[in-house]
């Protein structure tokens, strides 16, 4: 923890440690309510309850979030934090007296009371985090914080269905667990720093979906801050669905029970922590939405590969690469949004992306059951339907990410075996570039080296589809027309872009350089030459290429 060199350490240590021991309350207690109705109702209804689970501990996120992103900007998140612990240890003594007696209703109000001092917990446990640490230690403080998160779920899910096993499922002696757990957290709570009440003048509006609404319409001011959102969202979309399917998986495919089903989920629990700490190792004093969106894809073709594994081996690799993934695939995101919206705004940011995240866990509730009970799909199948979805998303968030996915790209992976030396300085401030050769891999080498990069291609046939050409946010493809492209540029200029306009030797006409004269601005010639062979890696031949920037005669 050497990472975190602040005066308020100790605090994030006793945050880390509340947030560890309430989530694995979380999953303790869900688990147990799960493996106690499905005892009661039979086998043939574990699909029903488990989707009926995953919406009830959904709708106080949908309910609560905004209220509670308003009070932890109007009141000291420690005090927040500190209350909903003792609301956590009076829930659980109600889920006690629910379980005990066996009562379907109880169990289920118990699990929708959990999940409120769990939502009104959220903004204020993830806003407090920039009032704790240094800013640019932030996205280690998130790795470690989501790291610890998933290590608690992972004890959540195996102290559920290990206290199931041992107390010969005796579910009222197992849930006492889940008060002895709540009571920790709050002794825990109690070493958190108390921090100062917020600025924000905002109110609480009964009417929750029109000031989530406004969240996101202020955030679009702020450029991929909503993107974040939805990034962040999706992960716990696939997560929650993971979660839920693993278990029908397992005794489909491997003809496990459903507490060997339950097990199943921590190796993508593991996976997830692994892969929190190795984006908060990668990222260092940054924040990186383009390792996210690297990761996107790695996702898609794990799922797949799931949908078609029915080795218990193959399954356990391939669930623990997916939660690395989805680790890498989450933590950048939970850190831009953090550091990307204002102060007066932050709780209300994170709100927004916790409403919407738990949307999703409704809709994967509901995937569930529409995926086996209306459309008789296997769980199986219900994986591959998952890596469709999560490619078509990957490759959303690449194009419009592409301005943090692009560099990332070439300063982590390409730079491997194609790598790029630039023999003059670049120019500064608002200037065209113009770049003329065969090969679009010195381009893209560039955006390695200059921030907010913009390519421009000339391209008759792929201009008229305006649906390809607005997919990589970072590029655009025009027509040879001089007024389009010169328009295009102030446009691109006027947002703090890095024009670079591709000229390709062989189909373009020279005589558009002249129309270029006319731009009240710096031009500048981009050369370049490929040096001698640098070797291999792996079965690739590595290149480097030299380039020259000259201004325009």
Not at 340 to 353: E, L, P, T, V
Not at 401 to 410: D, E, Q
Not at 442 to 466: D, Q
């Amino acid at each position: 923890m050497r990472w975190f060199a602040h005066q308020d350490i100790r605090s994030l240590h006793f945050l880390n440690a509340t947030q560890f021991l309430g989530a694995m309350n979380d999953n303790v207690f869900k688990f147990l309510v799960i493996y106690l109705l499905i005892n009661v109702q039979g086998d043939a209804a574990s699909a029903k309850i488990l989707s009926l689970a995953g919406a009830i501990y959904v709708i106080p996120f949908l309910l609560f979030s905004s209220a509670a992103g308003v009070l932890a900007d109007r009141i000291s998140k420690t005090k927040i934090i500190v209350l909903t612990r003792v609301f956590e240890l009076v829930a659980m003594l109600f889920g006690l007296f629910a379980i005990s007696l066996a009562w379907p209703f109880g169990c289920y109000f118990a699990l929708f009371l959990m999940a409120m001092q769990s939502a009104i917990f959220g903004p204020s446990k993830y806003g407090i985090i920039p009032e704790l640490v240094e800013h640019k230690m932030i996205s280690r403080a998130n790795s470690s914080i989501t790291s610890m998160t998933y290590l608690a779920i992972i004890l959540g899910t195996f102290f559920a269905a290990f206290l199931t096993d041992i107390t010969n499922k005796n579910f009222g002696l197992a849930s006492s667990f889940c008060v002895l757990i709540a009571a920790a957290g709050l002794a825990t709570s109690l070493g958190i720093k108390r921090t100062e009440a917020g600025r924000s003048e905002t109110k609480i509006n009964p009417l929750f979906f029109y000031e989530i609404y406004k969240t996101v319409r202020f955030s679009l001011s702020t450029p991929h801050l909503v993107i974040a959102m939805f990034g962040s969202s999706f992960f716990l979309f696939l997560g929650s669905f993971l979660q839920l399917n693993i278990i029908p998986f397992g005794m489909q495919a491997l003809h496990l029970s459903e507490v060997g089903g339950g097990y199943l989920f921590l190796a993508a629990a593991i996976g997830i922590a692994l892969g929190a700490r190795f984006a908060g190792r990668i990222s260092k004093e940054r924040v990186e939405p383009g390792l996210s969106a690297a990761t996107g894809l790695c996702l898609a073709l794990l799922l797949f590969l799931l949908a078609a594994s029915s080795s218990l081996t193959i399954v356990i690799i391939t669930l623990i690469l997916l939660g690395i993934s989805g680790g890498c695939f989450l933590i950048p995101f939970d850190s831009f949004i953090q550091t990307a919206s204002s102060n007066h705004m932050r709780g209300q940011a994170i709100a927004a992306a916790n409403f919407f995240s738990f949307f999703g866990v409704l809709l994967a509730a509901f995937a569930i059951y529409l995926f086996s009970d209306e459309w008789g799909f296997s769980a199986a199948s219900g994986f591959g339907l998952m890596g469709a979805i999560t490619l078509v998303v990957s490759l959303f968030l690449m194009g419009n990410l592409s301005v943090f996915f692009l560099p990332f790209l070439v300063n982590r992976i390409l730079h491997k075996w194609q790598s790029l030396r630039i023999s003059t300085p670049l120019p500064e401030g608002s200037s065209l570039l113009l770049f003329e050769g065969s090969s679009w891999w010195p381009c893209l080498l560039l955006f390695g080296f200059i921030p907010k990069l913009h390519l421009l291609f000339l391209n008759h046939y792929l201009a008229r589809f305006p649906w390809f050409n607005g997919w990589i946010s970072s590029f655009s493809i025009l027509p040879s027309d001089p007024g389009v492209i010169q328009e295009r540029i102030h446009k691109l200029l006027s947002r703090g872009e890095r024009p670079l306009l591709f000229f390709c030797k062989d189909k373009d006409d020279p005589e558009l350089l002249a129309t270029f004269a006319t731009l009240s601005l710096p031009i500048y010639k981009v050369k370049c030459s490929e040096e001698e062979n640098k070797g291999n890696f792996l079965f690739f031949r590595k290149r480097e290429f030299l380039i020259t920037v000259s201004p325009q005669q």
